[in-house]
């Protein structure tokens, strides 16, 4: 099991940026796939991004695709989501997620491991 613990989050203007910073302890966090998700009030939560073991492999949902970045340090155990040109419908609450695995992963529940949030909120 790895413990994930993600900041970054708060108010930004449309079109700004935020980064979002995911840390994990417990098990070695280089054998575990990474995710971001996002739940948007009164939705289900929903697939950000993705990220491979040694994060050779990314992959984006189309909404973020372009404007989004996933990336990781193994050395400092974080993953990062580095959020661009953000949109009044990016307003979530966003969760990092991991999965003792290779590959890279889009399926909720396909994840084992769950931070407890932040908030973005993106004012027009």
């Known amino acids: 099991q790895v413990q994930l613990v993600e900041s970054g989050g708060g108010l930004v203007q449309a079109g700004g940026s935020l980064r979002l910073s995911c840390a994990a302890s417990?098990?070695?966090?280089?054998?575990?796939?990474m995710g971001w998700f996002r739940q948007a009030p009164g939705k289900e939560r929903e697939f950000v991004a993705a990220?491979?073991?040694?994060?050779?492999?990314?992959y984006y949902a189309d909404s973020v695709k372009g404007r989004f970045t996933i990336s990781r340090d193994n050395a400092k155990n974080t993953v990062y989501l580095q959020m661009n040109s953000l949109k009044s419908e990016d307003t979530a609450v966003y969760y990092c997620?991991?999965?003792?695995?290779?590959?890279?992963?889009?399926?909720?529940?396909?994840?084992?491991?769950w931070g407890q949030g932040t908030q973005v909120t993106v004012s027009s």
């Open positions: 997620a991991g999965r003792y695995s290779g590959g890279y992963y889009l399926d909720d529940d396909d994840y084992d491991d």
């Open positions: 417990g098990r070695t966090f280089s054998t575990y796939a």
């Open positions: 990220i491979s073991r040694s994060g050779g492999t990314t």
